[in-house]
């Protein structure tokens, strides 16, 4: 049967990761690929506590339809975290919750682009983005980066050669996939240049508060003076990506969009979820919690680029992250990481390779190592075997 | 500030419903307004046993990301229930898990419609899909309805008419607004058409099964022999809304496409909710618990409407359904519906005016008043007082 599809479906292709993470189902795969919580870290019990509590207190209305734009408590309890980031003058009608940060995406693919439209993004970038917003048949225009962030003259020649140009998308804190952090002062370029060439930015940050050492920097959207950057913020790597609990911060013109676009898309997140995230917050130490998985993480991090550094060829580069779950590699030219991940596989190791996190293609020698959900042993084990692969090829 | 948005959102506009639902948040308002299940039956105990058993068997399971198709016992489960609706052949890769069916409605229009393209609906039809699929900027075919659903020769008219259809939306059973069911032979003849026409039928029915008298009839994707009925169901009106636990269920290429806008619109639904619903459906008997909802909602329907027999003139047409959560009234054409219900609300009464679930206008004449969601003392006075305002217009 020859059904006939939007043509947008000629664009939305399946995510090379989510097929990986199905090939890695098997449990004696040791899988470096999704960005996964470490599940060992998830507030079990804390999280029975917290149910009891809100169904025992609030059971009919937490089980019950629920506006739009979310628990009101827990929206303020956003606004408090927001402000540590230097995000001031916001309160909770700044706030919509959404189902994980990735719903924030594809509203924002769906709030503002049409077909043709253009969106910068930092290159390489988030996959699960690029193919949020590849549904609305855009284009992208990706920005090489140094170690501070975009590469300013290259943004600015993008802005002025695609009038079409509706956002610029970036993850300033350890960028997924390669694990760089935008520095203060070009965050502050950034918005700068937004403000000029009138476009929006969307600020991803999902990884800010598993920082590894120094400083959390100011968001980007710290600098906003007239309103144009969006943030999407999310629970899934502090408390649990299961629950899908993210939301978007905007001024409230943009934000009414948002609004909009949810009602029509499925109504609401899920009451209970709310409830419970506002009373486990309420109940407990969260930046406690925070602390405790930032042990773990910085650990396994360090224990992963040691052993890249051991058992890896020194043409290989490494980039160590401040912060989040991922180590970048690049390596030679002529060596092909999906070749590669296919020789690993046979060895029951999975990474990522690079190239779909590239929108208009290369990146082939890159690839990318998750820390965050595989304990030492099989950190160890299992780069001891890419260490053999890489030698075999 | 001029942001620059999708052109889709010139078309987007608030719900009307949803705007009611926040002025109806005052608890002194008696609301005959959304669809809102009665959160008196809400199993609120039976939720808090499932929680602590799931979390204690299998709780970093239950927090961790999951396959975005959902888990796969209660998609079995989904299946069997689907089955007693005479749906066969189908498994759970047939099945879909969706946030809400609202999710669904959203979807069906990111997998078919191009700007331009047509939906044929029932006129009226339900205001939130209208919305849906309104943001991927179609036009709508609205189709006349009898006691028995669509009026056939109409409906063919409207595919001759326009070759830009996509989708025939229906809601067979107790439609939303009308209240309306679909008869049997309607239902083959539907999918035969579609069939000779080479479209798609996208079949929502989140009521089925608050049927208070007669058989359920076989659903349309039933006779579906060619693979292009998509069943939209949901738990929302049988176990709780607020879980936003909905399925799609279609032939397996389609459902890949859905697969893939979930995957990029937001991963998964909520991974504990998946397990807690298929622990609930193990541990309970559901079809009892749905007999108990049924019995409360029947004796509220059949109090509705001899209030508004006793109480409103003889020349408001009442369509009485034979299930699911709304009455649907006819006023002589002189009445606006709208300007009757803020003189309710003056009152403190609140119900939803038709004329939004008609997307080609019409319908200021007619009104929707929902029965599950109150309890007998303020169906009496609401209905008392709606017949005050009535004859005082």
């Known amino acids: ?27 004696e ?23 009891l509590s809100v169904l025992d207190s609030a059971g009919q209305k937490a089980l019950q339809y629920a506006p739009t734009d979310g628990y009101p408590p827990l929206r303020e309890k956003i606004v408090e975290r927001l402000n540590r980031l230097g995000i001031e003058g916001i309160d909770k009608n700044n706030i ?22 253009v969106v910068i993004c930092e290159k390489p970038s988030y996959l699960g983005a690029i ?14 980066m140094d170690d501070g962030g975009m590469i300013m003259e290259d943004l600015e020649k993008a802005l002025m050669d695609n009038p079409r140009v509706k956002y610029i998308y970036v993850i300033p804190d350890f960028q997924n996939p390669t694990g760089k952090t935008w520095s203060v002062g070009r965050r502050k370029e950034l918005v700068d240049m937004a403000n000029r060439y009138d476009t929006i930015i969307i600020e991803d940050n999902p990884y800010y508060e598993l920082r590894y050492e120094g400083e959390i920097p100011p968001a980007v959207k710290s600098f906003d003076t007239e309103g144009r950057v969006v943030f999407l913020g999310t629970f899934s790597k502090t408390f649990s990506p299961g629950l899908r609990m993210g939301w978007v911060c905007a001024n409230e013109e943009i934000l009414m969009k948002y ?3 949810k009602q029509g898309s499925d109504l609401q997140v899920n009451t209970l979820t709310q409830m419970q995230l506002n009373t486990y917050i309420e109940t407990y130490d969260f930046d406690a919690r925070i602390e405790e998985i930032k042990k773990v993480y ?6 992963m680029v040691q052993m890249m550094k051991e058992n890896f060829p020194e043409d290989v580069k490494i980039f160590v992250p401040e912060g989040g779950l991922f180590v970048w590699l690049e390596f030679p030219e002529n060596v092909n990481t999906t070749q590669l991940m296919l020789k690993a596989l046979e060895k029951n190791v999975a ?3 690079g190239d779909p996190f590239y929108p208009n293609g290369g990146g082939e020698n890159t690839c990318r190592f998750s820390f965050s959900n595989m304990p030492d042993e099989k950190i160890i084990e299992g780069i001891r075997r890419m260490g053999e692969v890489i030698k075999e090829m």
């Not at 020859?2 to 449990?27: C, G, H, Q, Y």
């Not at 919509?96 to 439209?117: A, E, I, M, R």
């Open 29 to 51: 795969v040791i899988s470096f690929g999704g960005g996964m919580p470490a599940p060992e870290l998830f507030p079990i019990e804390e999280l029975k506590e917290v149910t």
């Open 259 to 261: 609004n909009l676009i």
């Open 1 to 27: 049967m020859a059904f006939k599809f939007a043509s947008r479906m000629d664009t939305v292709k399946a995510s090379t990761i989510r097929e990986i993470l199905k090939l890695t189902e098997k449990p």
């Open 96 to 117: 919509l919750l959404t189902s994980g940060s990735q719903q924030g995406l594809d509203f924002s693919g769906k709030v503002f682009l049409d077909p043709g439209d």
């Open 298 to 303: 910085r650990h396994r991090r360090d224990l």
């Open 351 to 353: 990474f990522v390779p």
């Open 131 to 144: 193919n949020a917003f590849k549904a609305y048949q855009c284009k992208f225009a990706d920005i090489p």
